[in-house]
């Protein structure tokens, strides 16, 4: 069995901070610095969250298209939840 490297929350964990809007852009890396030639696309997501005080931050970040889609379906398990509460 893998072990994997994102973290993981259990029923006990106290979540803090809320959701406030999420917007997310398709990219495609052509070049860097060190390759003439990238050509993969990407997931840009930029989060606004709320913590614990109200103070709402900014937070950015990417994802390659399959993680994407783990964090997508992620997502659909959690509005499934969700709707039975």
Known sequence: MEASSEPQLDAKSKVT?????FQWKLGMA?????????KYP????MLKVADHSGQVKNKSFE???P???NFYRQFKEIA?????V
């Open 17 to 21: 901070n809320q959701l406030i809007d």
């Open 30 to 38: 052509v070049s860097s610095d060190s390759c003439r030639s990238l």
């Open 42 to 45: 990407y997931v840009a997501m």
């Open 63 to 65: 994802m390659t298209i």
């Open 67 to 69: 993680q994407f889609q």
């Open 80 to 84: 499934a939840v969700i709707e039975t």
